[in-house]
């Protein structure tokens, strides 16, 4: 037995996804406000080379929730809140990018930095002052999974995902988003069709 395709060589593949129902599942919608809670990741050490950054990360109409470490080596520190400490204004850190050419270093590339997550406007101002300069940036103008370069390309300011609350509901629901707005799908049924000729 041969598989031929009419007309042409290639399978045609029809994926339809079929949405049984698209109705709100029983709770209360949480009505959006000019806050919202989001991580971004500043990175230090992207021109490769060696520099202390130690500085501070100080918001204007915000506050920090949270912080994590991205790619630091034992002799970073990163001060401010943590999960389940309270919300500051402020972020310290003490990181120096550079390679280290010993067994010790658990990265293999210069960059350092951290992840914060925030709880702004899109109007609050980010004012980050290292060692090696300083740059402001307002939570408007970053677009996530784009890094801006600043201090003439040694650094990136990039905003990650959002941890905004969609909806309330009194059970386990599933969402699903069309062009980035959540809309509650409590029952989804999906069919996958697949067309093609087949001659002996």
């Known amino acids: ?14 994926v339809l996804l079929i949405f049984a ?6 709770g209360t ?6 806050k919202q809670q989001l991580w971004i990741k500043i990175v230090f050490g992207v021109d490769e080379q060696s520099a202390q950054w130690d500085g501070r990360l100080r918001i204007t109409d915000g506050r ?25 204004s402020e972020l310290s850190w003490t990181i120096t990018s550079e390679l280290e ?12 930095g951290f992840l914060a997550k925030l709880d702004v406007t899109d109007d609050s101002q980010l004012h980050v002052t290292t060692q090696q300069g300083g740059f402001r940036v307002s939570v ?7 890094p801006q370069a600043v201090l003439n390309g040694r650094a990136t300011v990039e905003r990650l995902g959002t941890s905004d ?14 062009d980035g707005i959540l809309i509650p799908m409590p ?8 067309r093609g000729t087949i001659m002996k």
């Open 21 to 26: 129902s698209n109705t709100p599942p029983s």
């Open 140 to 146: 408007g103008s970053l677009k996530p999974g784009r």
């Open 165 to 178: 609350l969609a909806w309330e509901t009194e059970s386990d629901d599933d969402f699903t988003t069309i």
């Open 101 to 112: 050419q010993t067994r010790k270093a658990t990265f293999a590339v210069p960059t350092r």
């Open 64 to 88: 920090i929730l949270d912080s994590e470490p991205y790619c630091l080596e034992r002799r970073d520190r990163l001060t401010g809140p943590s999960r389940g400490d309270n919300a500051s």
């Open 29 to 34: 919608a949480v009505p959006r406000s000019g």
């Open 1 to 14: 037995m041969r598989l031929f395709v009419a007309a042409t060589s290639v399978v045609t593949m029809s």
């Open 187 to 194: 029952s989804v049924s999906v069919q996958v069709a697949v």
